[in-house]
């Protein structure tokens, strides 16, 4: 009789990284994820910021959307889950995503005519944290 071992795959989870951060932990996770140094990820940001602002929207939209290294929801899962005992944050959720889907899609040099979407998204962000 052989003897049947079965191995559990390791299901890795794109999450911020608690111990590897410099803002919120997004270039940290996304390089245990890669397995990349998170100063890829940094640089990359860094850059798409500067020729348009879409790195600083990308890292604001990965924010709300990958957990917290151990903890099992984001934190645009949380405000959803939570949305009929505290509806402002998602009325701050809706308006950052909204404002993050406009500025990426009208990406251009800094500032730009249509800077008042990025107070949107702060406005946005300032109720989903509030």
């Known amino acids: ?14 999450e911020r990284s608690s111990s590897d951060r410099i803002l919120a932990g997004v270039s940290g996770g996304l390089g245990r994820y890669f ?18 602002g879409a790195g ?9 959307i990958m957990p917290e290294e151990g903890k099992e ?3 645009a899962e949380q405000v959803l889950a939570e949305r009929s005992s505290r509806p402002w944050p998602l009325v701050g959720l809706a ?27 702060l406005v946005g962000l300032a109720l989903l944290w509030a």
């Open 35 to 52: 397995d990349l140094s998170p100063a890829v990820f940094r640089v990359g940001f860094v850059v798409l910021t500067v020729l348009g």
């Open 56 to 64: 600083l929207l990308v890292y604001l939209a990965a924010v709300l």
């Open 95 to 121: 308006l950052a995503g909204f404002a993050l889907v406009v500025l990426l899609s009208h990406a251009t040099l800094w500032p730009a005519a249509g800077a008042g979407w990025f107070v949107i998204l």
């Open 73 to 75: 929801r984001s934190l």
């Open 1 to 14: 009789m052989s003897e049947h071992i079965t191995h559990t795959p390791h299901i890795r989870r794109l």
